[in-house]
């Protein structure tokens, strides 16, 4: 079975995450498919793509998959790793991507949503940020691009809780471009998608590039970035990133001891 379904037809790609049984967990060949169906659409030249769930989905994507994370204390999210290339494709199709979000958003699939174009959700969407649920070190440039969207303070509420925040409260941040009926979500998506295709794809292919770039416009010097890879390997190598993951195969809260 596959895990990605692409379409491409009027204009409009389409690619749904089909893992409903997994939750549509971000798995290395799930991303991989995902990767290579952006890839395709790029070169079809779809003029927009828009990322969805199965119909009906109570759970748009439950973020990285906790099976492939590694135990030897490598970094969890290097830059070769399949999400960080999804993300940068997302970022780099010239075509505007829709993230359709029927469900909730776990983990690193905020990443994926949050560095999509556009996001429209329902009452019932809801996104959480959990890393420290299991003592998982969280990489540079996916803090960045919340912090691109969202203030710090809100930031730093959703990764220190790692609680929900509600469809309406992400509307209200500027996470959803649009909150929805559910019943009316993929009409609303495609209606949304028709009037950017009206447009110049020219003009929308650079001004997305303008945005990005000037959006990454940000110094930091070489010191500060050797700095969050120290930070970063500090929490991937301790012993709570390994009782985190052992507490979640155990269903049993981690016992966790800063070390």
């Known amino acids: 079975m596959s895990l990605i379904i692409k379409e491409h037809r009027d204009s409009i790609g389409w690619i749904t995450l089909n ?49 492939e994370l590694p135990r030897d204390g490598s970094d969890p999210l290097a830059y070769d790793h399949p999400l960080q290339k999804v993300i940068r494709a997302i970022q780099n199709i010239p075509a505007p991507v829709i993230a359709m ?23 019932n969407t809801c996104l959480a940020i959990t890393p420290a649920k299991i003592g998982v070190p969280y990489n540079t440039s996916g803090i960045l691009q919340f912090l691109d969207i969202i203030g710090s303070h809100i930031v730093k509420e959703m990764f220190f809780t790692a609680e929900p925040i509600s469809a309406e409260k992400a509307q209200g941040l500027g996470i959803l471009n649009h909150l929805v009926a559910t019943e009316e979500l993929e009409d609303f998506t495609i209606r949304l998608a028709n009037k950017i295709i009206d447009n110049s794809p020219l003009s929308i292919q650079v001004i997305k590039e303008q945005l990005n770039i000037l959006g990454n416009a940000m110094p930091m010097t070489p010191q500060t970035f050797e700095h969050i890879d120290m930070l970063r390997r500090i929490a991937g190598t301790s012993n709570d990133y390994l009782e985190g993951i052992k507490a979640f195969y155990e269903k049993r809260k981690p016992e966790f001891k800063g070390e």
């Open 19 to 67: 893992n409903d049984a997994k939750r549509n967990a971000l798995s290395a060949d799930l991303l991989t498919e995902l990767l290579n169906a952006l890839k395709s659409l790029k070169e079809e030249k779809a003029r927009v793509v828009i990322i969805r769930a199965n119909k009906g989905a109570k759970v748009w994507s439950s973020g990285f998959s906790i099976d």
């Open 101 to 123: 979000a029927e469900g909730s958003i776990w983990g690193g699939a905020c990443n994926i949503a949050f560095v999509c174009d556009m996001v429209v959700g329902t009452p």
